[in-house]
T-cell receptor, first 108, second 117 residues
Framework: KQEVTQIPAALSVPEGENLVLNCSFT??????LQWFRQDPGKGLTSLLL?????REQTSGRLNASLDKSSGRSTLYIAASQPGDSATYLC???????FGKGTKLTVNP | GAVVSQHPSWVICKSGTSVKIECRSL??????MFWYRQFPKQSLMLMAT?????????EQGVEKDKFLINHASLTLSTLTVTSAHPEDSSFYIC?????????????FGPGTRLTVT
């Protein structure tokens, strides 16, 4: 049974700091890995999708890496802003299995 | 592109009644739709997977007679919570996948908050 773990559970940083969120999964047989953002009481916003054959994806200030063999992914956020404050979830496919998320707070 | 909507966004119902939640893919045909449930401060848990024209596949522990899923077209899936109880109060989120090639990317709706009184 696939299990997804996200560390840390919560993170508070000052504005402008670069930060890394971690995601690990137990079964390396995945189709893809997605990173999402969820604002309080809202649905999910897809940030990045990495196919199983890829090593990383970039979008703006976000960079996600995937090491399938070790069952790990990281989400790197550069120059964090208060608007980045949200819960970040990673999930592995085919049937998406989600981690519990990292709640990020960026302080002005 | 790849927009998924849900209706209603928020619903309150009395215990014992049924409530229907709609999930629509607005600009693509969704071969597969998924229904998730999220309790406060918990992550999303997959409830069921549905393919257009087929019966839904439910995850272990999810009562198929209580959570009725219909995927009648390539753009619409519905989840009906029957005989709702307060413990069914949760945030329900659907997603849709066009399964183009091997992408399997899922696009999520904004969610429906259900409160059963």
């Amino acid at each position: 049974k696939q299990e997804v773990t996200q560390i840390p559970a919560a993170l508070s940083v000052p504005e402008g700091e670069n930060l890394v969120l971690n995601c690990s999964f137990t079964d390396s047989a995945i189709y893809n890995l997605q990173w999402f953002r969820q604002d309080p009481g809202k649905g999910l916003t897809s940030l990045l999708l990495i196919q199983s054959s890829q090593r990383e994806q970039t979008s703006g200030r976000l960079n996600a890496s995937l090491d399938k063999s070790s069952g790990r992914s990281t989400l790197y956020i550069a120059a964090s802003q208060p608007g980045d404050s949200a819960t970040y979830l990673c999930a592995v496919a085919l049937k998406l299995v989600f981690g519990k998320g990292t709640k990020l707070t960026v302080n002005p | 592109g790849a927009v998924v909507s849900q209706h209603p966004s928020w619903v309150i119902c009395k215990s014992g009644t049924s409530v229907k939640i709609e999930c629509r893919s607005l600009d693509f045909q969704a071969t597969t739709m998924f229904w998730y449930r999220q309790f406060p401060k918990q992550s999303l848990m997959l409830m069921a997977t549905s393919n257009e024209g087929s019966k839904a596949t439910y995850e272990q522990g999810v009562e198929k007679d209580k959570f009725l899923i219909n995927h009648a077209s390539l753009t619409l899936s519905t989840l009906t919570v029957t005989s709702a109880h307060p413990e069914d109060s949760s945030f329900y989120i659907c997603s849709a996948s066009a399964t183009s090639g091997a992408s399997y990317e899922q696009y999520f709706g904004p969610g429906t908050r259900l409160t059963v009184t």
